[in-house]
Every structure is written in C-alpha cells, then in structure tokens.
C-alpha cells in the first residue's frame, strides 16, 4: 500500500489521525473503515486484536475510543502495536534521529547482518547500514522510542525489497536491466536513511492519546491476559490448495532485527535465503486449523467474536460458521468485494463473521 491512511471520526473531531503506510502481506489498512462500520452498532468498550499485524483495525478501534489490546506472536510486529496502540504520546525528535544514523565512537557495533547476509538482500553498504542502525536503535532506553524507530527500521527494510517479502535471495532483481512488470526501481535506489526519516515521521503523525490505557502483548493469540467485551480474530489464510501464508517466513529478516543479539541461534544456515528455522503453527496446517478456530473460539466465547476471513480459504466459509455456532447461537455474516496483493484468484472476497 502507498500513502497513510487518514481516518477521522465524531469522537476526536479536532484530529486526523494518519495511519502510516504499509507494505505488509494481508493488511487491513485499506478494510479498516468497512470493518468498523459492520461492528459499530455492537455493544463493546474493551476489545483485543488478537493477530494484530500491521495495526490498522487496532488502531481504527482506538480512533473510536476503545480501550484497545493489540496481541502478535511475532516479535517485530508487536513493537508496531506497542508503538501505534499502547504509545499515546512519545514521539521521536529530529535529534534523536540524527542520534540514532551517526556512528558512535564510544560504541562497538557487530557486522552480524553484514556478515551473514551479503549478496541476499541489501548491498554491502546498505548491510553495514542496518548493523549500525539497529545497533543505535538498542541503546534507546525509552520502551517506545525503541519501538517507533524498529517500526521506521522495518518499513525501510520493506520497501527496499522486490515483492517487500524476504522469501527468496533476489538482490539481483533490483539491479538487472530487464523490463519491469513489478516493483519500484526509484524506491529501491533511495537511500535507507531517507526512508528511515519518512517512516520515522510517519510513525511521529500517527502516535493520539484517546484517553484510555491502551496495551500490546506478544504471545499465542489464546494466551493473550483479561477478558474482553470483543474480540477481533484475524488469523493467517490457508487457501483451498492448502497452501498457507507464513508470516514468519514470509518477514524472517525483519523478527531476526528484533532479537539481534540471538539471531545467529536461530537461522537455517542450509538454505541459501538465510531464514529463521521452522516452527510448527497450527495456524498455518490444514490439519491442524479446525482445532485452532476451535480452541480460539472456545477460550473467547463470553466476547463478541468478530473473524475477519476470505471465501476461499481452509476452512471453508460454511465450516468456519459451524465451528462459530458451537460457541455463539447468532452468526451474522458480511462480505466485501477486495482484490488481494499477490492474490490470482479475482472473485476471492473478505469474509467477515460476526458471533454474539
């Protein structure tokens, strides 16, 4: 997605509140209105987002006024949620920032990105750049200074990169002369400290105070603390091929950039990408996903249950309300006509599934 997405609303008449942009694989930025059209009339204070990803419904829940949990079992998309939801106030200043792209004397900072992914990526200057960049990016004490910079820190990783996905090792894409049906050749030769500064910014415009005390959490989304009047459940898609979006893969460099120190330890040095060892997710087995709507349904029954879906995914639309119905006697159901990002399939539509 290109541009922020401005949201405005009754409750803050005096704000627009711009969400920053986003190139992250199933977003809901650009569904986020619709969403909240289909549950405004339902009766909630408290809500948890509980696959929070890019933020973009947890943050539309807070332009309402909702005392907001945003919940992602992936680390580098729990500073998102930490940075745009529990953040009300602290912003990154111009000096900070110019802190955070010098180098340091007094610091010794590690080659470890440029070490260990040169050729797959970034170029070696741009690798030397990252080393550096989350190294400063770690001395910052504040908990939410930290985490509005690793947010500008992975949109410039993002942006950067051909299909914005780590799924492959393609540094040649951006330098090939070949005729390009895809991609931004002007976006990836921009330098990375000028997208660090845009996002940096964008991040700074989207931090609002809406007067509640607003969380994020990083667990399995049925671990999340408290009990809520909603919840909103956006799991990752497994298409009727049986083929699943694994986020994990998917961004790996990005949750590798969030726990720095320890990312050697967790590599799958056999594959030429450089990606994060497999973990097992029931979310992303066929065989194993009845069992996760199943069990998130049962540890949430006492809230509304709101299940943002595609009409041609594993389980199948009618499945998913029979395994709702188990837990809630009304089920409502809306859809919207959306044309999905790498998707091929053009008479997909988004599901949305309303139990109360």
């Known amino acids: 997605?290109?541009?922020?997405v401005v949201y405005q609303q009754a409750l803050f008449p005096e704000l627009v509140a711009h969400f920053p942009s986003t190139r992250y694989q199933g977003s809901k930025a650009k569904l986020a209105d619709w969403i909240w059209e289909q549950i405004a009339a339902l009766d909630f204070d408290t809500c948890l987002d509980a696959f929070g990803g890019t933020g973009a419904v947890a943050y539309r829940l807070k332009m309402e006024g909702k005392e907001v949990t945003y919940n992602d079992i992936l680390c580098f998309n729990y500073y998102i949620g930490r940075a745009l939801i529990e953040n009300n106030r602290v912003r990154l200043s111009p000096e900070e920032v110019s802190g955070l792209l010098r180098r340091?004397?007094?610091?010794?900072y590690p080659r470890?990105?440029?070490e260990t992914f040169a050729g797959i990526y970034y170029t070696d200057e741009e690798n030397a750049w990252i080393d550096q960049t989350i190294t400063n990016i770690r001395r910052l004490a504040d908990p939410y200074q930290f985490a509005l910079a690793f947010f500008a820190l992975c949109q410039a990783c993002l942006i950067k990169r051909p299909f914005n996905l780590f799924h492959r090792k393609n540094l040649h894409l951006r330098f090939a002369e070949v005729e390009r049906t895809f991609?931004?050749?002007?976006?990836?030769d921009r330098p990375f400290e000028e997208w660090f500064c845009i996002f940096v910014d964008e991040a700074n415009r989207a931090v609002f105070?809406?007067?509640r005390e607003n969380r994020a959490f990083n667990c399995d989304a049925c671990d999340v603390p408290g009990e809520y009047d909603l919840v909103y459940i956006d799991p990752p898609y497994i298409s009727r091929r049986g083929v699943a979006v694994d986020y994990r893969h998917f961004y790996h460099f990005l949750e590798g950039l969030a726990?720095?120190?320890r990312w050697g330890e967790h590599i799958d040095r056999?594959?030429?990408h450089r990606p994060l060892k497999f973990q097992p997710n029931e979310w992303t087995d066929k065989t194993k996903i009845y069992q996760a709507f199943d069990r998130i349904f049962e540890r949430y029954r006492r809230s509304i249950l709101v299940v943002s879906y595609r009409s041609d995914g594993i389980p199948a639309v009618s499945e998913l309300v029979s395994l709702l119905r188990r837990h809630k006697p009304h089920v409502r159901i809306e859809s919207f006509r959306y044309k999905y990002a790498l998707s091929t399939n053009s008479e997909a539509r988004e599901i949305l599934l309303i139990g109360v």
Request: charged share 25%; proline share 4%.
């Open 270 to 272: 056999r594959r030429k």
């Open 104 to 108: 340091h004397p007094e610091v010794q």
């Open 1 to 4: 997605m290109s541009g922020s």
């Open 209 to 211: 105070d809406n007067g």
């Open 183 to 188: 991609g931004n050749k002007a976006s990836w």
């Open 112 to 114: 470890f990105v440029q």
């Open 259 to 261: 726990m720095y120190d």
